[in-house]
């Protein structure tokens, strides 16, 4: 599988007629140059203005092709030539239609028509259509998930699973994600010390593998599902960007149904730092209804909690935060801290109350933002 769109490239060299003039030359046959040029010009535009057209129109074809065979899963999709993946990738109307039909009872089985056409959109190696599938991994991993302990076909689900974490695996090329992290026994540079750093391996730099390196793997076992879907919200945590917001909101219901805690026993100290309350009530259609504690509660390794935590982490403190959004990450991030807390894991509960603290830092420092203490007090009373 190809990680980059096949491109064509095309070069167009254009011919120069130079007309040169001479003092023995009448000028009634002198040709001129600004008619040579604006000729030239103008062939050089038509040239280009075709080869664009035609570059286009190549790289519209798959689109035209994938969006030809949803229409045929949605009726209600017009297939014109003003549609794209990337209109797609915002239409709300398009977008809820797919999700209802993803949270039928049957949508994982293997012969489902929606499962076959994210599987093979995604395979198109188009980046638009790419993002278009991607749009809709909280819902698949999410469904899924819950779903497994349930054993009924989920086929569907799984290849399309199998397809993001086939795509991720062939992008690294057998190398691991790393980051260099600081030994903090050398001194700052920002501070002034006498004493001369020893550097040794003990002090260099400490590699810390972020994510190990993938194996190709052609079937989902129970060993391995953790890390596939890891993987692939992975690779929609670098794509979150370009998401539209009732995507990660589909995700942040759905962690709270796989903590399967009730977090509001942590919520007060979110209030107390924000000084907004948060919506107690909860909305219809909403995917997180945990009415039962321990409903759709699923294991969460730590290959799998990592990049939900990093995706929670764009979703508290990304910039242009929305509302809801916001809402959302914040009650998703207290049930899964009352889930590390209920298990004993200390690194979950370290990672799940750091977000915590900074969401409350984001809040605090949202409300001191109003504050101006360069403004005058309106008041008729000095005080001395």
């Not at 064509?8 to 040709?31: K, L, P, Q, V, Y």
């Not at 002090?203 to 993938?214: A, E, H, Q, R």
């Not at 989902?220 to 953790?226: E, K, L, Q």
């Not at 509302?323 to 370290?350: F, G, Q, V, W």
Request: aromatic residues 4%.
């Amino acid at each position: 599988m190809s990680n980059d769109p096949s491109t064509t490239t095309s070069s167009i060299a254009g011919d120069t007629t130079t007309a040169t003039t001479d003092d023995t030359i009448s000028t009634a046959t002198t040709i001129p140059e600004d008619a040579t040029s604006s000729t030239a010009l103008t062939s050089t535009t038509k040239a280009s203005t075709s080869l664009d057209s035609s570059s286009s129109s190549t790289s519209s074809k798959p689109q035209a092709a994938a969006i030809l065979s949803l229409s045929a899963i949605l009726p209600s999709l017009s297939s014109t030539s003003h549609t794209t993946a990337r209109s797609l990738l915002h239409d709300p109307h398009t977008s809820s239609q797919i999700s209802s039909l993803l949270k039928q009872p049957d949508s994982g089985a293997g012969d489902n028509n929606l499962c076959r056409w994210l599987y093979d959109t995604f395979q198109s190696s188009d980046p638009d259509l790419q993002l278009l599938v991607l749009r809709f991994l909280p819902l698949v991993a999410g469904l899924y998930l819950s779903r497994v302990p349930l054993r009924i076909p989920l086929a569907g689900f799984e290849a399309v699973l199998l397809a993001l974490y086939a795509h991720e695996t062939a992008s690294r090329d057998g190398h691991s994600i790393t980051v260099n992290v600081p030994d903090v026994s050398h001194p700052s540079l920002y501070h002034e010390t006498k004493a001369a750093a020893v550097k040794s391996n003990a002090t260099g730099l400490n590699l810390t593998v972020i994510s190990p390196s993938l194996e190709p793997h052609g079937t989902v076992r129970s060993t391995r599902r953790a890390r596939i879907v890891g993987v692939a919200l992975e690779l929609y945590y670098t794509k979150i960007y370009e998401m539209p917001v009732e995507s990660k909101i589909d995700f942040c219901e759905f962690c709270k149904v796989w903590a399967g805690q009730d977090g509001e026993m942590y919520k007060q100290d979110l209030e107390k730092s924000s000084g907004n309350k948060i919506n107690e009530g909860k909305e219809e259609g909403s995917l997180g209804n945990n009415d039962k504690e321990g409903m759709g509660r699923v294991p969460l390794p730590c290959e799998l909690l990592q990049p939900v935590l990093r995706i929670l982490g764009h979703c508290l403190l990304c910039p242009n935060q929305n509302k809801k959004l916001t809402d959302k990450a914040s009650e998703a991030c207290r049930s899964l801290y009352a889930r590390s807390m209920h298990d004993i894991n200390p690194k979950a509960i370290l990672a799940t109350g750091s977000l915590l603290r900074l969401a409350n830092m984001a809040f605090d420092s949202t409300k001191q933002d109003l504050f101006d203490p360069t403004d005058v007090p309106k008041s008729r009373v000095i005080s001395m």
